[in-house]
């Protein structure tokens, strides 16, 4: 059975890599740079793009919510003013654990690429399949909570790899926590070397500067960090 | 392209509900209940599973290990000197997000079902698909952290829908969160209404008689709660 499955699965990724270039190709013909933001669930992803969002002046900013289902997290983002998308994987998708690059080309028109910049998707909260699948994106980013623990790089060590920025979150909460920042670090530079890192606390404020300040450069399409 | 993944994925939950037949009716020979705990990563599922297999006196434990890659947790149960099984859904699984029946069915040559009375299976941590895959299990326990924020139970209702006890963990750290557990329990009960629910901290032992004391009725096949 399982043969027979990792089959299925290389031409599912095949496919998905097709249409992931397709929407590529249309969101560089509108200008819109993409960030697809990925962590397990509750690490704090939507709190981050509101802290980004709210901020994010001189960049116009598009956001693509995905979700098993439910739409709580939109109604967070929409309160914000910015354009918000709505995408469940759960109606006609078969309640899929993550994004694939066909869930957002069937998106794509909800999307006003004329209007925005940079656009910010946020995938469903899991740590294994979002890795998988590009959906056209220019920058992946990886959310990590503290409270998770120390040892999820070598856990999840392609979601650690498959993204070129990771933010360390929840730091306001480390006093009350058995995890060694540096040991952490270590784990991930075993898996991703050298992967850019930003410490943040999305709910303190704490290194949200850097975090907009990185995706403003993305947007800008600037050099990153170094 | 969807519409044919819907149909495999509904041929492949129609072969695992086979196979996790055969394994359940395996495991009733050997007179082991199995319980198989799901959660997101880093909620605490093995630091739960240490505290209960510490004192499960009067019950003969063995844990089946799920991770997509590496032993780490396996090495931290062993160490307590009960028998624990390691599989991984990385080789030969194509890096699968969950544990399926067949898997199990794979590793039951390595659990020495003759000698213990309660098999603990710690699922992949991933709170979407470990839900659609029965693997033989006579209970199903979800773990939820109160760090991943009280709309769990509505982003993801199937994870906290096909479980018959959900543990709510690291309640240690409730007054550094803005986290209501009463809006969290109403939200469990708007999906799951009167499911079972343990408040518990894996770090601190709150709960944790209890959380013992379930499983020891569990594995007594003794009813429930209630």
């Known amino acids: ?100 690059a066909n869930m957002v080309r069937s998106a794509l028109p909800s999307i006003p690429l004329d209007e925005i910049d940079l656009l910010l998707i946020e995938n469903v909260g899991n740590l294994v399949c979002p890795a998988e699948f590009r959906v056209g994106e220019d920058h992946r980013v990886m959310v990590s909570s503290v409270t998770e623990g120390e040892d999820k790089p070598l856990k999840y060590p392609l979601m650690f790899r498959a993204c070129e920025l990771v933010v360390i979150n929840k730091i306001d909460l480390l006093p009350h926590l058995e995890f060694d920042v540096d040991r952490f670090l270590y784990h991930l530079d075993a898996v991703h070397p050298g992967v850019e890192r930003l410490l943040v606390s999305a709910r303190t404020g704490e290194g949200i500067g850097e975090w907009r300040e990185w995706l403003v450069r993305a947007a800008t399409r600037e050099p990153s960090i170094a």
């Open 1 to 100: 059975m399982h043969r027979t499955h990792v089959k299925v699965l290389e031409g599912v990724l095949d496919a998905n890599d097709t249409i992931a270039g397709a929407n590529r190709a249309d969101f560089d013909a509108h200008g819109v740079v993409v960030v697809n933001l990925m962590s397990a669930p509750g690490a704090g992803k939507t709190t981050l793009l509101e802290r980004a969002v709210r901020e994010l002046d001189d960049v116009r900013v598009g956001v693509l919510e995905g979700d098993v289902q439910g739409s709580l997290d939109a109604e967070r983002i929409a309160s914000l003013h910015v354009p918000v998308t709505q995408l469940n994987t759960d109606p006609g998708f078969g309640g899929e654990c993550h994004l694939d």
